[in-house]
């Protein structure tokens, strides 16, 4: 039950974002929100685009790769870049945050690690920098993949 509330709330952040940067709120775009505040799995453009003509057949994928840069242009997004592979987009959790990609199935997930807000201030600490930008990024091959079901 508590999934669905932040879903939905995080659906109406984002559609109130857009509108107060002055963007309408098209029923394609509702739908690309609808998806991005529900979806786990970071979809790339492709995926997104293939869940709206579900509901909205006569939407085109320039509505949306124009959508997900008008969401990342206002931090209602994460876009994920990964070498040969298409982007991936988080619109559950829009800020910078580790993730880790299984090679062969190509599912990235979120981590949850208190060590890493521990490492930004450590970094600034040593450096007297002001850090912008930190990513953590790792590559593994998930317990499905490998045959473990017990994630060890």
């Not at 963007?23 to 786990?40: A, D, V």
């Not at 320039?62 to 990342?72: E, F, G, N, Q």
């Not at 991936?88 to 690690?113: A, E, M, W």
């Amino acid at each position: 039950m508590r999934e669905r509330k932040k879903s939905i709330n995080r659906f109406e952040q984002m559609s109130n974002k857009l509108k107060e940067a002055g963007y309408k709120l098209t029923p394609q775009r509702m739908i690309i929100l609808k998806i991005l505040s529900e979806r786990k799995d970071h979809p790339n453009p492709d995926a997104i685009y293939s869940a709206v003509i579900k509901q909205l057949p006569t939407t085109s994928p320039a509505t949306v790769y124009k959508t997900l840069v008008l969401l990342k242009k206002i931090n209602e997004v994460f876009e994920i870049s990964y070498s040969n592979e298409s982007n991936r987009y988080d619109g559950v959790n829009p800020i910078q945050h580790p993730h880790i990609f299984c090679t062969k199935c190509k599912k990235f997930s979120d981590l949850d690690l208190l060590a890493y807000n521990k490492l930004l201030e450590e970094i600034e600490l040593q450096t007297g920098y002001k850090v912008k930008n930190m990513s953590l990024f790792i590559e593994g091959i998930c317990p499905d993949c490998d045959g473990r079901t017990d994630g060890n």
